[in-house]
């Protein structure tokens, strides 16, 4: 990705205190940095890789450093790197910190969560700290390899979400777009109509979720979960292809496979296309002269390579050495440059060359 090419991501977008960093944890099982106002303020690239060795590991990767860490001191380390990153104040910042999880029984899934979208500057926020976020959000959503995973309130109208805005205006048909649900308990009434109608033109569908409360450990928080959809008498009514963390992590392992297999052969072109210029490049950098031999080589070849570009143009009428550069087109001009070269090089003697320059250089 430095190198330009992009690879199939699932960014993880949502307004401010919809739930995005719940369903993360969800996810991956773990606790994220919590506290008023935006707690990421960097994007956060986390990589989940189902392992199969009971014992969690935990690593944080920015700036050339990789960072061991445990579950109890994830949380910390986050917020050290981002201040690292970002500075100590309320600042964000487009340089992304990753997060690896190995764990045993996580989808492999790698995501990219952004900082939620404010609109109005609080707790010392910058003034401009929606447009720094929705300059974020739109240079990781708008490129056509990532997948769009839009958080949800459901305490809100869908319509009228900062973030379905935004990822329309990439995804106009909502072809690389999935929405996920939050907080289904705290408004349930209408809930059923809202996730099948889908006014906001979601392509991917919709998955309703209930993430973690308070201290419940991951496993309590999947079976109360499990137990709402079921008993709820208007939560039972939404199909359960849609609903519970599960499902919702099927889906992305569906989809960004699906997205991998749909994008794998351009990225090999561009990889290869890549390769061939850094390829050709290295061959046109000068040799390391460690020698005379060395320097008189270098200079033959360089007289034969000239030899050869004359007879292209002189005799042969071939300007194809020079596509742009119009003065070359045309044997008078470099008849002219020649002979303006010849009265140079015979305005000296070789005393004179000599003793004013090493010849070598």
Request: one cysteine or more; aromatic letters at 4%.
């Amino acid at each position: 990705m430095r190198e330009g090419i992009q690879l199939p991501t699932i960014v993880v977008v949502g307004d401010q205190s919809s739930g995005k960093s719940s369903v993360l944890e969800s996810l991956a099982g773990i606790s994220l940095p919590r506290g008023q106002g935006i707690c990421t303020r960097v994007p956060l690239i986390m990589r989940l890789q189902n392992h199969s060795d009971d014992e969690l590991e935990l690593q944080l990767e920015y700036q050339s450093m990789t960072i061991r860490t445990t579950v109890d001191k994830i949380a910390d380390a986050i917020n050290i790197a981002t201040e690292e990153i970002a500075g100590p104040g309320k600042g964000i910042s487009h340089t992304p910190l990753t997060l690896v999880v190995r764990k045993k029984g996580v989808p492999d899934l790698t995501m990219v969560d952004l900082p939620g979208i404010m609109r109005v500057p609080v707790h010392g926020h910058p003034e401009d700290i929606y447009e720094q976020i929705s300059d974020i959000i739109m240079e990781y959503i708008s490129p056509t390899e990532s997948i769009i995973l839009n958080v949800l309130s459901a305490t809100v109208d869908f319509p009228t979400c900062e973030s379905i805005r935004m990822s329309q205006r990439v995804d106009k048909t909502g072809e690389r777009t999935l929405a996920v649900v939050t907080k289904v308990d705290k408004a349930p009434e209408g809930l059923p109509e809202k996730v099948t109608t889908d006014a906001v033109n979601i392509g991917l569908g919709y998955v309703c979720v209930r993430n973690r409360i308070g201290d419940e450990s991951y496993e309590e928080a999947r079976t109360k979960e499990a137990e709402l959809f079921e008993s709820h008498p208007l939560l039972s009514e939404i199909d359960k292809s849609i609903v519970g963390i599960p499902v919702l992590s099927q889906k992305l392992v569906q989809i960004q496979a699906a997205s991998i297999a749909r994008c794998l052969p351009e990225i090999v072109k561009k990889i290869n296309d890549k390769l061939n210029e850094n390829v050709d490049e290295l061959n046109h950098m000068p040799q390391n002269l460690a020698s005379v031999s060395d320097v008189m080589n270098a200079l033959l070849h360089i007289i034969g390579a000239s030899n050869e570009s004359l007879k292209k143009i002189l005799f042969q009428g071939e300007f194809v050495e020079y596509p742009e550069e119009e003065k070359m087109h045309c044997t008078a001009r470099m008849g002219e440059m020649l002979h303006h070269f010849s009265n140079q090089l015979y305005s000296k003697t070789v005393e004179e060359y000599t003793q004013s320059r090493n010849f070598l250089v």
